[in-house]
């Protein structure tokens, strides 16, 4: 089993920068680690997604060039560093965690919620014009 927690959530004027944690817990290994929002009435949508051994990194179109995704596999920990954020990006973020080493994720995979076993409990990102 793997226990997830985010942390770092919280309120800033658009334009602002924000860096949220996730930290694993437990002994499984972890293929993928990825970041998810969902704002209120929508979808949950990935955002950003890391292969733990290569770094091999895939952002959704619409937080390309502003986030940046990166990991300490040491500390099993994983970080979105969030800046010149925009209103359009308030929503719950959750950290997630794909466990499979004996498959291959399509590309088109790596940003879908099924694809991930682990979740975290989410943390609120406001974002005020």
């Known amino acids: 089993q793997v226990q997830l927690v985010e942390s770092g959530g919280g309120s800033v004027q658009a334009g602002g920068s924000l860096r949220l944690s996730c930290a694993a817990s437990g002994s499984t290994y972890i293929v993928h680690m990825a970041w998810f929002r969902q704002a209120p009435g929508k979808e949950r949508d990935g955002v950003a997604v890391?292969?733990?051994?290569?770094?091999?990194?895939h952002y959704s179109d619409s937080v390309k060039g502003r986030f940046t995704i990166s990991r300490d596999n040491a500390k099993k920990t994983w970080y979105l560093e969030m800046n010149s954020l925009k209103p359009e990006d308030t929503a719950v973020y959750y950290c997630?965690?794909?466990?499979?080493?004996?498959?291959?994720?399509?590309?088109?995979?790596?940003?879908?919620?099924?694809?991930?076993?682990?979740w975290g409990q989410g943390t609120q990102v406001t974002v005020s014009s």
């Open positions: 890391i292969h733990a051994a290569s770094g091999n990194i």
């Open positions: 997630a965690a794909d466990p499979q080493v004996a498959r291959v994720v399509p590309e088109a995979a790596l940003l879908t919620p099924a694809t991930y076993y682990f």
